[in-house]
């Protein structure tokens, strides 16, 4: 999945019109549709200010004036996708689509929140729909990218996203996530070159630098794929994701003490983190520190039973300590798990 931020949001203005000669039979009805106008207007405000939860609490006060206000259910949903509330958001969008379908923001806010509950074929409709009804915008068809990548259709994300910084050539998110498309079509030296893009605009864009170091791994520049973790690490020191990746590359250096050194950084940082875990006892192994390997082991089997490449790794460090029947047990879980080569190792000890 791709990893971003959920930060574009609109806030619909209102203005109530009032025919001048409405009948006395109405003048409830248009008392109530201005209090529904003061509170939707406060809302927004409320909104501009980051008071999300007195904006939701407002929108709510509109709609129970005038429950057909479609506006006010728009804007409470992108007040509830600021607070990750996505089934709220999800129902409000829906709710304003029933009662104006030709609204092309409630399409597009429709497709955020399915988005972020990964309803990810609901959410291209939805996209797609915004782009029918005129909202031929940047972010549409980067959202839409974004989707098609999740359905693992890449030539057409990479089509949507192209668009999108064709309409809007400034945001560094735009390129980072083409570059993930790239990748995925083998294309890397243009991935890298919108990974460059990406944080040469923004250069605090750590999840950029750690892909890009990930692809330059790839690509056998581990030198240079640890420069980059180590920036992703300066810019968000928590990153356990760097931390851990950094570890890799450090093994396929042979520095083996730095990457256990990066290893229990990460787990510092995120406690079951069963991948660390795994790379530590790799580094463990090549220092011949078997003891330790296996209990690093160990912790990531216990913290997913399913890793198939631990019980792997454990078995070998069994191996290495001539406990082979306890060898075998580990290489059978990993092959019924579908590590196929397991079988092999297990048909030496037949």
């Not at 790799?282 to 490449?309: G, H, P, R, V």
């Amino acid at each position: 999945m791709l990893y971003r931020t959920l930060s574009a949001f609109i806030l619909i203005a209102f203005t109530l019109m009032v025919n001048a000669q409405e009948s006395q039979d109405s003048t409830l009805q248009v008392a109530e549709n201005q209090e529904a106008e003061l509170a939707f207007n406060k809302g927004n405000e409320l909104m501009n200010s980051g008071n999300i939860a007195g904006a939701i609490t407002t929108f709510t006060e509109a709609i129970g004036f005038k429950n057909d206000f479609a506006l006010a259910y728009i804007n409470r949903g992108f007040a509830y996708m600021k607070v990750k509330n996505y089934n709220e958001a999800a129902t409000d969008f829906n709710n304003a689509i029933i009662l104006d379908a030709t609204n092309s923001n409630a399409c597009y806010g429709s497709g955020l929140a399915n988005y972020s509950l990964s309803n990810y074929e609901k959410a291209a409709e939805c996209f797609n729909k915004a782009l029918q009804l005129g909202k031929k915008e940047a972010v549409v068809f980067y959202y839409l990218g974004v989707v098609n990548f999740e359905q693992h259709d890449y030539k057409k994300a990479l089509e949507d996203l192209t668009v999108a910084i064709n309409m809007d050539n400034t945001n560094s998110n735009y390129y980072s996530d083409r570059a993930a498309v790239k990748r995925q079509l083998n294309d890397k030296a243009g991935a890298l070159t919108d990974y460059q893009t990406s944080v040469k605009m923004d250069g605090t864009n750590y999840l950029a630098y750690n892909n890009m170091a990930s692809l330059k791994r790839e690509m056998g520049k581990t030198d240079d794929a640890i420069i980059d973790y180590g920036i992703a690490i300066r810019l968000k020191p928590d990153y356990h994701l760097a931390f851990n990746n950094r570890a890799a590359a450090k093994l396929e250096k042979e520095d083996y003490e730095g990457a256990i050194i990066d290893c229990k950084s990460a787990i510092g940082i995120k406690k079951d983190y069963a991948y660390a875990y795994n790379n530590m006892g790799n580094a463990y192994m090549k220092l011949k520190k078997y003891a330790d390997a296996q209990q690093a082991y160990s912790k990531a089997i216990e913290l997913n039973s399913n890793f198939a490449t631990a019980y792997l790794n454990r078995g070998a460090c069994k191996e290495m300590q001539r406990d082979f029947e306890g060898a075998v047990t580990d290489w059978k879980k990993a092959g019924e798990l579908g590590i196929e080569k397991a079988n092999s190792y297990i048909s030496y000890y037949k």
